[in-house]
């Protein structure tokens, strides 16, 4: 699915010129059509939490134009963050000397079915890390496939990793990654309702604080499940029968 620019800078609350800036300076990933800028959703998430800008995570509902309806309604609620990071598991000192090191460390460590295929799973990781880093700034990585990692009938799962020593993911910022979150959803949708929940609560001090503190899996918890329910709170109600 791709998003055309007026869509994408709707859905981050960007100018047009914003995106078109990023684009053309290579900053974004993106493809043009008849002249046209479109955006893939996955990518321009990427690039928005690595800005830290505010996305709402029900923008992901208020779609914009028949594209964004079609593609992404679905009648199942959004998974919750702090659940899938329950289900997924926060892990302390990750050993690995390098990026493929530590993804080795981390798929061992994820929640999959008996039959999934680790090795091909890695081998994607690397292969994406190889064509463009999901270092944000402030020392975390996002590793994931270019493709989310869809598992279907696959709960979500989300995997915090502190690692044993620092690596070098080649953040934007030059400084080496030290926290890593790892996706596993059964849609493509989920992935980006759990990536965009990602991004707003990056925002939070608590967050911030529990992160650089290295927190373990109880402190860790309980810091994101405090910081989601703030900010459900803070979500303006939306209207009766909306999809």
């Known amino acids: 699915m791709q998003l055309s620019l007026r869509d994408a800078a709707r859905l981050l609350h960007v100018a047009e010129r914003t995106l078109v800036r990023a684009a053309d300076g290579g900053e974004l990933r993106s493809q043009r059509l008849q002249e046209q800028l ?3 959703p996955v990518e321009l998430l990427e690039w928005a939490t690595a800005r830290r800008l505010a996305i709402a995570p029900e923008l992901i509902e208020r779609r914009s134009g028949e594209e964004i309806a079609t593609r992404l309604a679905s009648v199942r609620p959004p998974p ?50 190889n064509s463009g880093s999901t270092a944000l700034d402030d020392g975390i990585a996002i590793p994931h496939v270019r493709s989310p990692l869809v598992l279907p009938g696959a709960r979500p799962v989300v995997t915090l ?83």
């Open 80 to 129: 919750s963050f702090s659940e899938a990071l329950a289900a997924g598991g926060v892990h302390v000192d990750l050993p690995g000397a390098d990026r493929e090191a530590v993804l080795s460390e981390v798929v061992r460590r994820l929640p999959l079915a008996e039959d999934a295929d680790r090795h091909l799973f890695l081998s994607f990781l690397v292969a994406r890390e």
């Open 38 to 40: 479109r955006f893939h």
């Open 161 to 243: 990793a502190h690692l044993a020593q620092p690596v070098d993911f080649r953040a934007a910022d030059g400084r080496p990654t030290r926290t890593l979150f790892t996706f596993v959803t059964a849609t493509v949708r989920q992935h980006l309702h759990l990536l965009s929940m990602l991004g707003v609560l990056l925002r939070d001090a608590a967050v911030r604080a529990a992160l650089a503190r290295r927190a373990g899996r109880d402190d860790a918890l309980a810091v994101f499940r405090a910081a989601e329910l703030a900010l459900l709170d803070r979500a303006p109600p939306r209207a009766e029968g909306a999809a």
